[in-house]
Each structure stands twice: as C-alpha cells, then as structure tokens.
Nanobody, 124 residues
Framework: QVQLVESGGGFVQAGGSLRLSCKAS????????MGWFRQAPGKEREFVAG????????MYADSVKGRFTISRDNAKNTVYLQMNSLKPEDTAVYSC?????????????????WGQGTQVTVSS
C-alpha cells in the first residue's frame, strides 16, 4: 500500500505561481512512477504530468507544457508540481498518483494509488 498526501494548493491570480507537493509513504518511493492529474467541476479527470523513478523521464499535457514542471526528491519521498503562469482554466482539484511500474503513464486507470487532492483556484 502507498499513502499519498498533497499540499500546496490555494487561491492565486492569473499569471501567478503555486508549487504542489505530494508526500508518499508505505512503499519504496524510488520504485514508483508518479503522476499529477486534475479534475475541474463537471469535467473528466485529466493527466497533467508524470515522472519516472529517477526523474529522467517526464511527460506533460500539451495544455501545461512550458508552464508546469514536475520533479521529485527520492530522499524526501516527495514529488512536486511547480505551476507558473497560471490561467483560470487551470482551476481544478489536483491529485497525485503512483504506479509501481517502469513506464510513465498518462491514463488515470494506469495508476494504482491516489491522494485525496488539493484545490487550486486561479482568478482572472
């Protein structure tokens, strides 16, 4: 089992920045592929970013490329999502997810463990 706890969400004006954190426990973190997903009201959950075990491979949704950066600190069992140039359409509940596999995945069903999520609200 893996427990994931997100933090860092909040309210920010358009153009601002936030950094989300997700701390994992219960399983060797360095053997987990990590991902960030988001879900806006009335919309499907969507992939935001993913990172491989060692951080050498990252993937991003087209909508966040160049603005968001995913990273991880295996010594702290934590994955981060740095979000810059935020837009109102980035408003959503952001959740981190983990999968004990080798490849980074972009589909939510490919992840086995989920955090409860943290709200990000971007005002125009």
């Amino acid at each position: 089992q893996v427990q994931l706890v997100e933090s860092g969400g909040g309210f920010v004006q358009a153009g601002g920045s936030l950094r989300l954190s997700c701390k994992a426990s219960g399983r060797t973190f360095r053997n987990l592929v990590m991902g960030w997903f988001r879900q806006a009201p009335g919309k499907e959950r969507e992939f935001v970013a993913g990172i491989s075990w060692g951080g050498g491979t990252t993937m991003y949704a087209d909508s966040v490329k160049g603005r968001f950066t995913i990273s991880r600190d295996n010594a702290k069992n934590t994955v981060y999502l740095q979000m810059n140039s935020l837009k109102p359409e980035d408003t959503a509940v952001y959740s981190c997810a983990a999968r004990p596999r080798i490849a980074v995945a972009t589909t939510s069903s490919d992840y086995d463990y989920w955090g409860q999520g943290t709200q990000v609200t971007v005002s125009s």
